[in-house]
């Protein structure tokens, strides 16, 4: 969610900007658009700016948070980003709210944990770290990729904080797939071998380091999913009946649906991480084609099309979570509809 370029190499107030006129242009992703210039202006220096876009998001339509995709999320970020200057006693609030809603997403928690944890609140940071993990991996549970940073983040606090592992720990140590251990990165007595003056320590730090910032890098590599495009059935049924040439594109629905599926499965297979899918409507599509002066019934704009939602945050990732609907909109589960064969 956060830019991580360094704000040395990027003007992040003109960034935030140049983001804040984008949302007013496509305000059905609004949303996405504000908070990655919040982030941008956080970057910046410019905390109060970000709060004011955070309060912007969660004061919109005509209550508070309504037709917000996860206002929890936002009001986590906005906690964050006030503690980082000096509103200590407003980001308590909103992080005690937060616990007492107890969100099922696993964000939220991790923001505030990570808040609590950066201002030396080890405890309250382990405790909100474990209140999560009880509320979203129940024994027995399997651990879906959004509660990672979830088990990560508390498997190094108490690592910080030199407690035994547990079975959350445990798990924590399966699921992490680095070259350098949990262990080894979550051990405080890493940070004293930099100042050590035998080499033999120094190189065994930055052989670990160029480690972390490897993996670190390979994430970052692809800032948003490699998404394909996804028409429901009323809207491919508007498209083609407005440009009838695309049917070469669309032989049918089911086709369609069908194409979806076996393309990602052959990206994933080849190697592709971070997959997505994109659901496209007649009318974006339309002011998409005219903002790149060509006709609609240009097959070659439908991927170009899909980048750019994708770019604008609208992608849902592939394959869905254990236990999620399927992508395609059927009221099955994504195992029991289109992932039946994976």
């Keep these: 969610m956060r830019p991580d370029t360094p704000a040395e190499n990027v003007d992040h107030t003109a960034e935030a900007a140049r983001l804040e006129r984008t949302a007013g242009l496509y305000p059905e992703d609004a949303e996405a658009l504000l908070l990655r210039a919040a982030a941008h202006l956080?970057?910046?220096?410019?905390?109060?700016?970000?709060?004011?876009?955070y309060d912007r998001l969660?004061?919109?339509?005509?209550?508070?948070?309504?037709?917000?995709?996860?206002?929890?999320?936002?009001?986590?970020?906005?906690?964050?980003?006030?503690?980082?200057?000096?509103?200590?006693?407003?980001?308590?609030?909103?992080?005690?709210?937060?616990?007492?809603?107890?969100?099922?997403?696993?964000?939220?928690?991790?923001?505030?944990?990570?808040?609590?944890?950066?201002?030396?609140?080890l405890e309250a940071a382990e405790e909100t770290y474990t209140e999560a993990a009880r509320l979203l991996l129940p024994s027995a549970t399997e651990a879906t990729p959004s509660t990672h940073p979830l088990l990560y983040g508390r498997h190094r606090v108490r690592r910080?904080?030199?407690?035994?592992?547990?079975?959350?720990?445990?798990?924590?140590?399966?699921?992490?797939?680095?070259?350098?251990?949990?262990?080894?990165?979550?051990?405080?007595?890493?940070v004293w071998s930099l100042g050590s003056e035998n080499p033999a320590e120094l190189q065994a730090e930055i052989s670990r380091l160029q480690a972390e910032l490897g993996a670190y890098r390979e994430a970052l590599s692809r800032p948003f999913p490699v998404a394909v495009l996804h028409w429901p059935a009323p809207e491919l049924a508007e498209l083609l009946a407005a440009y009838p040439t695309l049917s070469t594109e669309y032989p049918s629905h089911e086709t369609h649906l069908s194409t979806i599926e076996s393309s990602l499965r052959e990206l994933s297979s080849s190697g592709t991480g971070n997959l997505g899918i994109v659901t496209g409507t007649v009318p974006s599509?339309?002011?998409?084609?005219?903002?790149?002066?060509?006709?609609?019934?240009?097959?070659?704009?439908?991927?170009?099309?899909?980048?750019?939602?994708?770019?604008?945050?609208?992608?849902?990732a592939w394959p869905p979570e254990t236990g999620a609907g399927c992508w395609c909109g059927e009221p099955k589960s994504y195992v029991a509809c289109h992932g039946a064969a994976n």
């Design 42 to 53: 956080e970057l910046s220096g410019d905390r109060p700016a970000a709060t004011t876009l």
């Design 58 to 121: 969660l004061s919109a339509s005509d209550g508070p948070s309504q037709g917000l995709e996860n206002p929890t999320l936002i009001r986590a970020l906005k906690a964050s980003n006030l503690w980082e200057y000096d509103h200590e006693a407003e980001a308590r609030a909103i992080i005690d709210g937060i616990r007492l809603t107890a969100p099922r997403d696993p964000a939220p928690w991790v923001i505030i944990a990570e808040a609590l944890e950066a201002h030396d609140e």
């Design 160 to 190: 910080m904080r030199g407690l035994p592992h547990d079975d959350w720990d445990t798990l924590a140590d399966t699921l992490h797939s680095a070259p350098v251990s949990l262990d080894e990165l979550h051990d405080p007595k890493r």
């Design 285 to 316: 599509y339309e002011a998409f084609a005219a903002s790149e002066g060509s006709s609609p019934a240009d097959a070659t704009l439908l991927p170009q099309y899909a980048t750019t939602l994708a770019a604008r945050g609208r992608a849902v």
